[in-house]
């Protein structure tokens, strides 16, 4: 179980990923690929892809206050070329607000080749102690 994140996530736990910084409006996720998240093409599958930065740019977001979670509004992803092998995405809070953060985050190959890019705004939430089984609402007031 992760806990890394500063939140259990099953389907983050799921995928393996590992938390290498997480801090000043920074974050750096690392990733490796199991065969069953590659696609048709034998390279990983662009909604795994979608997920790490996701997450990256989550972290990014929150590591200037990690006691509030945060959940995405929009994201968009360019995808650059195929990914292949062991992954590591980087992401970066470009500018917050009480309520929001607007982020970017980058996923490199093991040759450091760019393969895909995000920019992404989450909304800052309170975080509330919850049991991992149990499926807490997300209010979106």
Known sequence: MQESFGAYIPF????????VFFD??????????????LNSFNVTHGGALMTLLDVTLASAARSVDKS????TIEMKTSFMQ?????????????????NMAF???????????????????????????????????????
């Open 82 to 98: 195929p990914a292949r092998g062991t992954l590591t995405c980087k992401g970066r809070l470009i500018h917050r607000s009480r």
């Open 24 to 37: 000043e409006g920074q974050s750096e996720l690392r990733y490796t690929p199991e065969p069953e998240h």
């Open 103 to 141: 982020t970017e985050g980058t996923i490199y190959d093991a040759n450091g080749n760019v393969c895909a890019h995000a920019t992404g705004t989450f909304k800052y939430m309170a975080r509330t102690t919850v049991a991992h089984d149990a499926s807490p609402e997300i209010s979106t007031d």
């Open 12 to 19: 983050v736990d799921h995928l393996g990923f590992e938390m």
């Open 68 to 71: 509030m979670g945060a959940v």
